[in-house]
């Protein structure tokens, strides 16, 4: 769903006479999803963060009315206490899945005086505006600040610095839900599915670094 759906809006806009398949998102009384393993890809990136050293870890959430970003961010607080790692609320903040949305969001994490050494961002695109912030301002990534992301496309490849990833299995997620509606059609019954292979996978790439 686009993040500025409600889920009121997307339950009315999926109320038809058709059979539908929710991908990566799920809606209370709706049956048929196929979702990510959110906090698979959360607890990888932060294995990394702290495999590297880091031991104080903020995090850019997603889109307010999403829950997958609202599984990222459960999963961010559940496995950096898990991990051992120091956050607080300051360096936890909303934001979005868009560029804007990941700059803005960098720029208030910059006006916090004891920063942490690491940034998680909870989508590919937010982290692009993220790193332009933090560049702007003087911050050099990743020997002030590390950032790492979930989800990977090329863009990742092609900023400076490039930014390491959690890639996501979306090809095996569109087959399911593909599969999902086709077996739906021949007589099955649609149910509410996670994706738990294969695992979301580490993209290691120039954004982080063990902290000075």
Do not use: K
Not at 56 to 62: K, T
Not at 194 to 205: G, N
């Amino acid at each position: 769903r686009g993040e500025g759906y409600s889920d009121e809006q997307l339950r009315a806009a999926i109320a038809l006479d058709v059979p539908v398949v929710l991908f990566n998102s799920r809606l209370e009384g709706h049956a048929g999803s196929v979702a990510l393993d959110d906090g698979a890809s959360v607890r990888v990136a932060l294995e990394h963060l702290r495999d590297l050293g880091h031991r104080s870890v903020g995090f850019i959430a997603g889109a307010a009315r999403h829950d997958a970003a609202a599984r990222r961010l459960d999963a961010f607080r559940q496995h950096a206490g898990d991990l051992g790692l120091a956050t607080r609320p300051e360096w936890i903040q909303a934001a979005g899945w868009e560029a804007p949305a990941g700059a803005v969001a960098m720029g208030r994490l910059l006006e916090v005086a004891d920063r942490p050494t690491a940034i998680l961002v909870a989508s590919l695109n937010a982290a692009v505006g993220a790193l332009s912030t933090a560049l702007s301002h003087g911050v050099h990534v990743p020997s002030d600040l590390s950032l790492v992301t979930i989800h990977d496309t090329w863009i990742a490849h092609y900023t400076s610095p490039s930014i390491t990833t959690v890639a996501m299995p979306m090809h095996a997620a569109g087959r399911a839900a593909g599969t999902m509606l086709l077996d739906h059609l021949a007589g099955e019954t649609l149910v509410d599915r996670v994706i738990d292979e294969p695992l979301p996978q580490l993209i290691r790439r120039e954004s982080t670094a063990a902290p000075r």
